[in-house]
């Protein structure tokens, strides 16, 4: 079963940052969490990972709370071509499966 | 464009049958996941191999077969295919195991 509590959708205007929260609150100490999207029925996508640290790169920041229960991933200006289902997921570094849960459809509207 | 490859973009075929997917990981890269997603299902990791050898087993029912060749690539092999064995296949690999890449994925008709 997949370790993540998501909001089924949501909506962001286009231009503005979009901020889609994660609940894990079980999470262990070598947990990392994980964000990728599937546009449509594409492969899905890597976005980020982070384990206890705030992370950036070039499509998006990763935001995980102090005690790690919760995370937010935020993009910054999201686009209609961020249009897509987002998938938070933790998994002990690099050696466990992907589990996905169901995720949030993220829809940006013009 | 992710770099993984896979074929046949779309397969469509009847009940009972048996069929090869295949996959090209991205250059260097020595770990190939494959993953099923229906829409009951979801996305669920059937296995895992890595420089030719099995590393990790998911859901992957027994009628279900995959091996890693030394160019690396790999191929799903399903067999005694049933109508619930229509679904997206995609093929994913990753140098460290932390960012998996993931090919388009080959979409599976059981008619």
């Known amino acids: 079963d997949a370790k993540t509590t998501q909001p089924p959708s949501m909506d962001c205007a286009e231009g503005r940052a979009a901020n889609l929260p994660c609940n894990h609150s079980t999470i262990s100490g070598n947990e990392y969490v994980y964000w990728y999207r599937q546009i449509h029925s594409q492969g899905p996508q890597y976005i980020i990972h982070g384990l206890k640290n705030n992370e950036t790169n070039e499509m998006a920041s990763l935001i995980i709370t102090e005690d790690r229960k919760s995370s937010t991933l935020i993009l910054p200006h999201a686009t209609l071509r961020d249009t897509a289902v987002y998938y938070c997921?933790?998994?002990?570094?690099?050696?466990?499966?992907?589990?996905f849960g169901t995720g949030t459809r993220l829809q940006v509207f013009p | 464009d992710s770099g993984v490859t896979q074929t046949p973009k779309h397969l469509i075929t009847a009940t009972g049958q048996r069929v090869t997917l295949r996959c090209s990981p991205r250059?260097?890269?020595?770990?190939v996941y494959w993953y099923q997603q229906s829409l009951d299902q979801g996305l669920q990791f059937l296995i895992q191999?890595?420089?030719?050898?099995?590393?990790a087993k998911g859901n992957i029912l027994e009628r279900f077969s995959a091996q890693q060749f030394p160019d690396l690539h790999s191929e799903l092999n399903l067999s005694s295919l049933e109508l619930g064995d229509s679904a997206l296949y995609f093929c994913a690999s990753s140098a460290d195991g932390y960012e998996q890449y993931f090919g388009p994925g080959t979409r599976l008709t059981v008619t």
């Open positions: 997921i933790v998994r002990v570094g690099n050696t466990d499966k992907l589990i």
């Open positions: 191999y890595y420089n030719g050898e099995e590393r």
């Open positions: 250059s260097g890269d020595l770990s």
